[in-house]
């Protein structure tokens, strides 16, 4: 990387913490700040990488093994680093991305119970090193969340699953933010938008 490396900030969070609506704040917060924002998501975020999301969200239930799943997850990571997240880095920009490194080892690790050392090998081989400057994970109560799902009424191949699954990958979610403070930033999703806008303000302040 550059000298004038750009910042790369993640969201985390389980379906049903308002990742979606606080995206889009802290990019109109960073843009007034005076910092170019690119935003992405994962998986996702170059035309292979969200055909490979299509695939996974898509799929029936049951019908794909689960390190097909963690797999094409790290296919559609290493197209989107190569075209979209490492290059805007290097220009300078802030990259804002929708899930990243962390969300895999809630789900696939947390929720279908695969090995972190297995997802830690293709880690290492996929980022080369690279990891979020900052990462705000979302956190609100199972209960809250699947309400919020339900109100919505949309359901891909994850929003089906049972409470169990939802209950380990939140679980996974927090030992993660409980082994790396310094990087990720536990916010409380369940209070009012404003409450966890000011919170978020907060946070980018302090942190960058």
């Not at 990742?19 to 843009?31: C, G, P, V």
């Not at 239930?61 to 963690?70: A, F, I, K, R, V």
Request: aromatic share 6%.
């Amino acid at each position: 990387m550059t000298a004038t490396r750009g910042k790369f900030i993640t969201v985390e969070g389980s379906e049903g913490v308002g990742k979606s609506t606080n995206l889009q704040f802290i990019s109109d917060y960073l843009q007034s700040c005076g910092k170019t924002v690119v935003m992405t998501r994962e998986p996702g975020g170059t035309p292979v990488a969200e055909q490979i999301r299509a695939v996974l969200l898509e799929s029936a239930q049951g019908s794909m093994t689960d390190h097909c799943e963690l797999l094409l997850m790290f296919a559609a990571r290493a197209d989107h680093l190569e075209q979209v997240i490492r290059p805007a880095l290097e220009r300078g920009d802030w990259v804002l991305c929708d899930r990243f490194i962390d969300a895999t080892y809630a789900y696939q690790g947390g929720g279908r119970g695969m090995s972190d050392r297995d997802i830690a090998v293709l880690e290492g081989f996929i980022l080369q090193g690279l990891e979020p400057d900052l990462t705000i994970l979302l956190d609100a109560a199972p209960e809250i969340s699947a309400a919020r799902r339900d109100a919505r009424g949309i359901s891909d191949r994850f929003e089906v699953e049972e409470a169990a699954f939802f209950a380990r990958v939140r679980e996974k979610y927090q030992q993660r933010a409980a082994c790396y403070p310094a990087r990720i930033a536990l916010i409380d999703a369940s209070g009012s938008l404003e409450e966890v806008q000011t919170a978020l303000r907060t946070i980018l302040t302090e942190k960058l």
